[in-house]
């Protein structure tokens, strides 16, 4: 679980790939018990513990630039384009990545 109050990202490299297979997977790994709410028109995570999760993809990197995060989980990430990685190391806070 992520550390308590703080406020992450999950990136997959396109939109499809988001909902089709890093959520569905995230979901089915994920205890239920943690997750206190889920704004499915936001792709926004709420857990018990206070901290956020981002579901987001990459297919414009430059749209992931703003909320100051202080992890990332990119999946697939060698199917990212490279400024993502980039933009993501400059928007974290700490180094837990």
Do not use: H
Not at 46 to 66: H, T, W
Request: glycine content about 6%; proline content about 8%; overall charge negative.
């Amino acid at each position: 679980m992520p550390k308590a109050g703080s406020l992450g990202v999950i990136i997959a490299p396109i939109f499809p790939m988001l909902g089709d297979a890093t959520m569905r997977t995230f979901f089915s790994i994920c205890p239920p018990e943690i997750i206190s709410s889920w704004n499915k028109s936001t792709y926004t995570l709420k857990l018990v513990n206070g901290s956020e999760i981002l579901f987001r993809s990459a297919d414009k990197p430059d749209r992931l630039r703003g909320p100051t995060i202080t992890w990332f989980w990119m999946d697939e990430a060698a199917d990212c384009k490279p400024e993502t990685w980039v933009i993501m190391r400059g928007e974290t806070q700490t180094a837990e990545v």
